[in-house]
């Protein structure tokens, strides 16, 4: 009886051996990663971003981490993206698994400019916890703008305008507040208005969308237009003309 209890210790610690030392994969089945660089102004692929997935194992015995280079490679010229699909490990006991694609940018491939990183990290951490991990890479060329305002329909001193913009892509995609400010005008502009407003920096290049409300004799219409800035100017023009 006694050498029956033996084969059995003997059997189930070889069963729990076994468990421990093998790999074991993710739950969520086999994901893809995909890195996506682009202009999201314009949708422009960006090509020349190096990207490097690691594997980390730590071992929680004594916290020492292991790395493995799982993928390499490059966004191409004619999409931007570059992919790579695979299993990746889970946890199990005394060990985790992280994984962490990290970015080089020394070989894009832009024509000449000044450019905006507007999503350009270093490092992601990805968790592989749905089919397709994506990661984008935003970068836009940069422009100075003039904002040229005026009333060029202008039937006197009581006409009134007032207007609020938005940069979806970039800057913001929700609408401004209304300019002028209450707090330093009356919150209109008045009669026969004209101005240039210039920016102190540049932009990155963007689809521009404006909406002008405007009163006269009495009616208030709602005028709405919208542009996409031109980086090969040295300088671009938003015209709010009512």
């Not at 191409?76 to 570059?82: E, R």
């Not at 400019?113 to 350009?120: A, C, K, R, T």
């Not at 592989?128 to 202008?154: D, V």
Request: hydrophobic residues 35%; contains cysteine; proline residues 6%.
């Amino acid at each position: 009886m006694a050498h029956q209890k033996g084969r059995y210790s003997i059997i189930l610690f070889s069963i729990l051996a076994l468990f421990l030392g093998c790999t074991r994969y993710s739950v969520f089945g086999e994901s893809t990663l995909e890195i996506h660089a682009y202009n999201p102004a314009t949708g422009e692929p960006i090509a020349g971003v190096h990207c490097k997935l690691y594997e980390l194992e730590i071992k929680l015995s004594n916290n020492k981490v292991d790395s493995t280079l799982v993928f390499e490679g490059y966004t191409d010229q004619v999409t931007g993206k570059t992919q790579y699909t695979f299993l990746p490990k889970a946890n199990k006991p005394g060990h985790t698994y992280d994984y962490v694609v990290v970015f080089d940018y020394d070989n894009m491939q832009l024509p000449p400019g000044n450019y905006q990183g507007l999503f350009v990290p270093n490092s992601v951490s990805v968790y592989f916890q749905q089919p397709i991990e994506y990661i984008p890479i935003k970068i836009a060329p940069t422009l100075s703008r003039i904002l040229h305002i005026k009333n060029q329909n202008c039937l006197g001193s009581n006409d009134s305008m007032r207007y609020r913009i938005k940069y979806p892509h970039t800057i913001s995609p929700i609408w401004s507040t209304w300019v002028p400010s209450i707090e330093v005008s009356s919150g209109y502009f008045h009669g026969c208005y004209e101005a240039g407003i210039s920016s102190n920096n540049d932009i990155p290049q963007d689809s521009v969308y404006w909406e002008i409300e405007v009163t006269r004799n009495g009616n208030t219409s709602i005028i709405r237009d919208s542009m996409l800035l031109d980086p090969t100017k040295v300088q671009d023009t938003i015209k709010i003309y009512y």
